[in-house]
């Protein structure tokens, strides 16, 4: 079956420490996204990327980083930079970038020691 | 102001209510709009696109008002499985799509 796979479900980050969550997906997507929900808020865009090689900045970029090498993956880094990374963390996919419906993977929970 | 706006609630409705759910949004440039529900600590799922002339899906009726920019979401006959967050989504144009979510609505259903 086709979807988008995030991986792990929970993972905890010590001090100083960074942290790459995954996000694989089969549904030949060309564009991807990363969000961050905290409790009681909306989803909040961290980077997003449309093509392979080439991803952009979203609303709350500070702290991560991120990567496109496959058009499969696109794997988030929280560095040692991002000062509050306790919250949910969801990628989504699309056919293409435009006014499409979003794909979810199931999520990852990262928790600060 | 938020560019979506959603009353948090939470709504405390028993079983077999009709529940109505409105949001709000402030870019005139808004294209596209949707219902996602979320259940706790899961990803949101696609509920209904919303369309201008309305539209149903069994107990759900979605409805677009692109005057007064809002849509809104009826549930007719609740079930105790409808408890969830409902998302109000916007796909806005601003030389690329951009989507905003809504902070969502708490619906809890009670026996």
């Known amino acids: 079956d086709g979807g988008i796979t995030q991986s792990p479900k929970y993972l905890f980050r010590k001090e100083g420490q960074n942290v790459t969550l995954s996000c694989e997906q089969n549904l030949n997507h060309d564009a991807m996204y990363w969000y961050r929900q905290d409790p009681g808020q909306g989803l909040r865009l961290i980077y997003y990327s449309q093509i392979v090689n080439d991803f952009q900045k979203g609303d709350i970029a500070e702290g991560y980083s991120v990567s496109r090498e496959k058009k499969e993956s696109f794997p988030l880094t929280v560095t040692s930079a991002q000062k509050n990374p306790t919250a949910f963390y969801l990628c989504a996919s699309k056919r293409a970038e435009g006014g499409e419906k979003l794909f979810f993977g199931s999520g990852t929970q990262l928790s600060v020691l | 102001r938020k560019e979506v706006e959603q009353d948090p609630g939470p709504f405390n409705v028993p079983e077999g209510a009709t529940v109505a759910f409105n949001c709000t949004y402030s870019n005139s440039a808004s294209q596209s709009f949707f219902w996602y529900r979320q259940d706790c600590r899961k990803e949101p799922k696609l509920l209904m696109s919303?369309?201008?002339s309305g539209n149903e899906d069994g107990r759900f009726t979605a409805q677009l008002n692109r005057a007064s920019q809002y849509i809104s979401l009826l549930i007719r006959d609740s079930k105790l499985s409808d408890s969830a967050t409902y998302l109000c989504v916007v796909n806005i144009w601003a030389g690329g799509f951009k989507t905003i979510f809504g902070a969502g609505t708490r619906l809890f259903v009670k026996a």
């Open positions: 919303v369309y201008s």
